[in-house]
């Protein structure tokens, strides 16, 4: 088993910033990607980041790509969620979440089906 604690959520105006951590523990063997997720009221469950462990390869969705910034620290076993320029909309409940063993294809990093294991979530929200 594999256990994943957010931490770092908040409230924050428009245009500010907050990072994202998640402790990742447990049976982390064969934990090949790391990836965030992002949930808001009435909306699908939408991959925002995911990295690669082995060699910290990174995929974005369209919506945050250059605002927001994943990373790891093998060592420690965290990964975080750097988000600059944060808008109204990037208001949700974040998930961390880890896909133990397999590789994904490049085009479905962000489909939430194939992550194994999940955080409970941390709020995020922005005020205009």
């Known amino acids: 088993q594999v256990q994943l604690a957010e931490s770092g959520g908040g409230s924050v105006q428009s245009g500010g910033s907050l990072r994202l951590s998640c402790a990742v523990s447990?049976?982390?063997?064969?934990?090949?990607?790391r990836a965030w997720f992002r949930q808001a009221p009435g909306k699908e469950r939408e991959g925002i980041a995911s990295?690669?462990?082995?060699?910290?390869?990174?995929y974005y969705a369209d919506s945050v790509k250059g605002r927001f910034t994943i990373s790891q620290d093998t060592v420690k076993g965290t990964v975080y969620l750097q988000m600059d320029s944060l808008k109204p909309e990037d208001t949700a409940m974040y998930y961390c979440?880890?896909?133990?063993?397999?590789?994904?294809?490049?085009?479905?990093?962000?489909?939430?089906?194939?992550?194994?294991?999940w955080g409970r979530g941390t709020q995020v929200t922005v005020s205009s």
């Open positions: 979440a880890v896909k133990r063993f397999g590789w994904l294809a490049s085009n479905n990093w962000n489909s939430p089906n194939l992550y194994n294991y």
């Open positions: 447990g049976s982390t063997y064969g934990v090949n990607y």
């Open positions: 990295i690669i462990t082995d060699n910290s390869n990174t």
